[in-house]
């Protein structure tokens, strides 16, 4: 499977991806962490959310990466940061400008950490309400 990657006119300067963010979205099949999925698997929709994170927080530079799927959570590269290894943002996209933040992780290392375990969590209780 191919995903889709913001081209160096999209991202800010001088921004790069973390290796592992790079890592896990070119691998053969992309790592399943429902209830998180990766804005990447659909090219327009990772537009859409670009776009629309411009818009509607103009005086932050943030990249969307990965969307909640039964809510507007989305979370977002620091594109102020330029060091690869940026901060990651929990978005509530279409809050008002100031009201929109959720956190906070140091990196997407971190917040893998964290997706994997709501992950484990969220499918469990999904299979216990079969």
Known sequence: MSCYIYSLDELPKGFKFPRTF??????????????????????????????????????????????????????????DDTSGDPKVFYVHAFASAGWEDRGYTDNFTEWLKIARLESARYKAEQANDE
């Open 22 to 79: 790079l890592e896990i979205i070119n691998q053969e099949v992309i790592l399943d962490l429902d209830p998180w999925w990766f804005l990447c698997e659909f090219e327009k929709f990772a537009k859409y959310w670009l776009l629309e994170m411009k818009n509607q927080y103009p005086t932050r530079k943030l990249i969307p990466f990965a969307k909640l799927s039964y809510s507007d959570d989305i979370v977002c590269f620091d594109g």
